[in-house]
């Protein structure tokens, strides 16, 4: 889970299978952004080059009272 600072990671460490990585967002670029963080978790050892990412998103719900839910393979 990609959260925006110590505070919400520690609160998703609690959930059992969440791994939070703290990640800072740049809402005017959405796309590059979530490249960056794809990228920073293949690093971070969580996922491998190749492999299909479902990405939840509820920062855009604020903007487009919808959730964003995108399939990406990395």
Do not use: N, Y
Request: net charge negative.
């Amino acid at each position: 889970a990609l959260c925006p600072d110590q505070t919400t990671a520690r609160s998703l460490a609690l959930h059992r299978a969440v791994h939070p990585l703290i990640f800072h967002w740049d809402t005017a670029a959405a796309a590059e952004t979530i490249d960056q963080a794809l990228d920073q978790i293949v690093q971070a050892g969580h996922l491998q080059k190749g492999k299909t990412v479902i990405l939840l998103s509820s920062r855009q719900a604020l903007e487009e009272i919808s959730d964003s839910i995108q399939m990406r393979v990395v």
